[in-house]
């Protein structure tokens, strides 16, 4: 019984591509690190806070992706591409998925709730945005946008889980996030270009051509940078973090190189390679700046 049920999570935990939480965490950690600077790092329990940031984080992401196979399931059958994923290939069940994504939902709530009680009342809003993506694909071709903004809320997030309160200049980092995700979004969907015409489903690809839409994915990207610029401004960060924009910014132009509207061959490399570097050297150059760095740019 203990085994099959270890298998079945090591399936569910493929399936939603555990691993990729390390797209978004360490943005949720620069939120962390700046709202506790405004602290001056004087917190009362700094690391059952980063702890719970972190399972925050998790569950709400596990929640999200379980909950976006399972909605996906009967047009995962039918696109070549993901038949072979574990629900229409009948790997898992969705009986099965479906109590995973319950425990994970509930571990986020206790989670926000030991946090401060700001981020308990504004648990189910974050936890419906994050989950009701799966269906924007349905009606919008702005669902790229949209799960940018499911991601680009953990900086935020985890401002209000340091300080209980909201300072508007970290929207600016969700901004970015937002666009960032969105904009490689929009390079994996053109992989579907041809299944999202033929059975309805909306995205830019889909709606303009894959060439136009790659054009757009650097638009937002290129403003991504502009967003990042903005907020090494306002909390007056300094060089460390000016050259982890500069690699931000080279990864990104790597990221684009890779992909053309008559070659998606590398679109993987694009989208995870590319993509979870940029995340974690983004956070390093920072974290090195908010911990060590002074506060006179600019």
């Known amino acids: 019984m203990l085994g099959r049920l270890c298998k079945k999570l090591w ?7 555990f691993e990729h939480s390390v797209f978004a965490l360490p943005f949720a950690m620069t939120g962390a690190l700046l ?14 806070t980063i702890f719970w940031i972190i399972v925050a984080m998790v569950a709400a992401r596990s929640a999200a992706m379980t909950f976006n196979r399972i909605a996906d399931a009967e047009l995962d059958a039918l696109n070549p591409r993901t038949r072979n994923r574990h629900l229409p290939s009948g790997l898992l069940s969705k009986r099965f998925a479906w109590g995973f994504l319950i425990v994970c939902a509930a571990i986020f709530l206790l989670a926000a709730r030991a946090l401060n009680p700001l981020c308990f009342r504004l648990a189910p809003v974050a936890l419906a945005v994050v989950l009701l993506y799966s269906y924007t694909k349905r009606f919008t071709s702005l669902s790229h946008l949209v799960l940018g903004f499911a991601l680009g809320i953990s900086p ?3 401002w209000i889980a340091v300080t209980g309160s909201l300072d508007l200049r970290i929207l600016w980092l969700t901004a970015a996030v937002m666009l960032w995700v969105a904009g490689f979004d929009i390079i994996y969907a053109c992989q579907d270009y041809e299944f999202d015409r033929q059975h309805g489903l909306f995205s830019i690809p889909s709606r303009l051509g894959i060439g136009r839409a790659l054009w757009i994915a650097r638009a937002f990207h290129l403003v991504m940078v502009g967003c990042l610029l903005v907020l090494v401004a306002k909390f007056h960060l ?11 910014a080279a990864l990104l132009a790597w990221e684009h190189s890779l992909v053309r509207a008559d070659d998606l ?6 989208f995870f390679t590319a993509n979870g570097l940029l995340s974690v050297l983004f956070s390093l150059f920072w974290a090195v700046d908010i911990l060590f760095g002074s506060r006179g740019w600019g």
């Open 11 to 17: 399936l569910v935990l493929e399936m939603i591509k």
């Open 35 to 48: 709202a506790a600077r405004e602290r001056n790092f004087l917190l009362p329990r700094p690391g059952w």
């Open 156 to 158: 935020a997030a985890a």
């Open 238 to 248: 300094g060089g460390p973090s000016l050259l982890g924009l500069g690699v931000v």
């Open 265 to 270: 061959s590398r679109v993987d490399a694009a």
